[in-house]
């Protein structure tokens, strides 16, 4: 049998534009159910619509895969985000507008995101919902068992989450629909000119 020798990936080479689309990376933080996969797969598929490239880089799925050896230790925590931002600077650097939804409790992930994927823009989004809201939303009931001890590091409960201090937009999810919220994420991605570049040219 013959093989042949494949040619190098252009990903591989930051030179050679992929896209005609401006990749950038947006942050969905908040508490577990204030609403974060939820609205960030409304935003994807608005821009799919628009035929931007984009992809819902979600906490959970990244923590049945990539990130299963983790738990939800102040340092697991941290070196979670690490992964996720490394994820998404290769990601965003071949013309994906990421859509990261993901608690980020703690502003120092939040901070390291910010400096790491400040050369292909990052924006922060915190989902701000009471904490009795989120336990009303939470099917598993893993609020319930937290305050009942039988669930170890839940933000919120047993372990903190840091309001964020230098967010680029914020949502009230516990006022908001989820339809008024995704207007608000497009309104602002067109504002701060991640839509308007990432369609330049694409007709």
Known sequence: MNFSVPRPDPCCDASIPMTPFRGAVLLFTGLSKSGKTSLAS????????????CYVLDGDIMRRGLNSDLGYSREDRKENIRRVAEVAKMMADAGVLVLAAFIAPYREGRQFMRQLLAEWGYLECYLKCPLEVCEKRDPRGLYEKARRGLVENMTGISAPYEEPEECDLIIPTDSLSLGESVDLVMDFLIQKGIIKAASHGAD
């Open 42 to 53: 409304g935003v994807r598929s608005r821009l799919m619509e628009l035929s931007v490239p």
